[in-house]
């Protein structure tokens, strides 16, 4: 087993100082890890990550009860990409500008859409797949990395 380390840091020098933060969490306990790079295509939707209950539930599935951590980052340097974060029954989007990278620390009961401005806080629903569609005509690289205990 290994422990995850994963460093947020913002540093901005406004009118003479320093502003900013770094923040830092650990997750211990990590026995598997998943990267890829891979080229997504304009003008199509690519899933670069599957989710299941188990690893065998789905062809490259990762077990969405053991992922504790998850990046996907935008390789571009200069087209932003719109990722999709889908559950069985909705899904939420974002963009990622180039180099920019969109985490999540958990798969599991991780996320929810709603169709108003008014969040209800209902019990959240498991990933099933992340998918990637180019902003422009024109191919990115995107990266994912997830950690599994």
Not at 32 to 61: K, M, Q, Y
Request: charged share 15%; glycine share 6%.
């Amino acid at each position: 087993m290994a422990d995850l380390t994963t460093t947020i840091t913002e540093n901005v020098v406004l009118n003479g100082s320093i502003r900013g933060s770094s923040n830092t969490i650990t997750t211990t306990g990590i026995v598997d890890v998943f990267e890829r790079i891979l080229t997504c295509s304009h003008s199509n939707v690519t899933t670069v990550a599957v989710f299941g209950s188990t690893p065998h539930s789905a062809d490259g599935a990762l077990d969405v009860e053991n992922c504790k951590y998850l990046r996907v980052t935008n390789l571009s340097t200069d087209q932003d990409l719109k990722l999709a974060l889908v559950t069985a029954a909705t899904n939420y989007q974002v963009t990622v500008r180039a180099g920019g990278s969109h985490i999540l620390f958990q798969a599991e009961e991780v996320l929810i859409g709603e169709e108003d401005a008014s969040p209800a806080f209902p019990t959240l629903e498991d990933l099933v797949t992340v998918e990637v569609k180019p902003s422009a005509s024109t191919d990115v690289q995107v990266e994912v990395f997830a950690a599994l205990v």
